[in-house]
């Protein structure tokens, strides 16, 4: 366990720096572009580019596909940097991403390990899973063990917190997301001259 922990560790770091880099393409460019080896429209079209796919990208790094395993305390999942295994039992964090496809937002449960793996979950029959280690995890909480952060949010979407809704958490992603991405974009446009 010890070993496949560390190889996914290892490629989730690959795969986190390298849509890091995809991000920050452009900067290279415009250096490339000062230097007078490319053209000085460089960095705008990298800059599209990367933005694209880097947005797209970092968020689904961590997030389950099919297929999958569970054991009665691990959930191992495959990702897109490969295969990873959550220890249900250990639990530090459980908070919700929230991206938005196609006009509706779009919830990820990503959850953290005391070995540092995360996983996005995504699927029903995994946040069940959750759903029952977070309560029993809350049941020892209350005899003086503690137990994992779980954002408000997080609480509200798997339904352990019914009396409370997401749509601050969601305007709050959604402004977050826009503010960012014009963010980039503006930068581009500077690094690309216009």
Do not use: W
Request: glycine share 12%.
């Amino acid at each position: 366990m010890e070993a496949t922990t560390a190889r996914g560790l290892a490629r989730a770091r690959v795969g986190s720096g390298l849509a890091v880099t995809v991000l920050l393409l452009p900067f290279g460019g415009y250096g490339l572009a000062r230097a007078g080896a490319v053209s000085e429209g460089t960095p705008l079209v990298l800059g599209l580019l990367s933005g694209i796919v880097g947005f797209v990208l970092l968020p689904a790094l961590c997030e389950e596909k099919a297929p999958f395993r569970r054991s009665s305390s691990c959930l191992t999942a495959h990702t897109l940097t490969g295969e990873r295994s959550v220890d249900l039992n250990r639990i530090t964090t459980v908070r919700l991403l929230t991206t938005f496809s196609y006009g509706r937002p779009y919830r990820t449960l990503v959850v953290r390990d005391a070995c540092g793996v995360r996983l996005g979950i995504a699927t029903e029959r995994s946040r069940r899973k959750l759903r029952r280690a977070i309560e029993k995890a809350d049941a020892n909480a209350a005899r003086g063990v503690p137990g994992p952060r779980v954002s408000r949010a997080a609480r509200v979407e798997l339904g352990l917190d019914p009396g409370r809704g997401l749509a601050v958490h969601t305007v709050l992603c959604f402004l977050l997301l826009a503010v960012s991405v014009s963010l980039y974009v503006i930068v581009v446009l500077r690094l690309g001259g216009q």
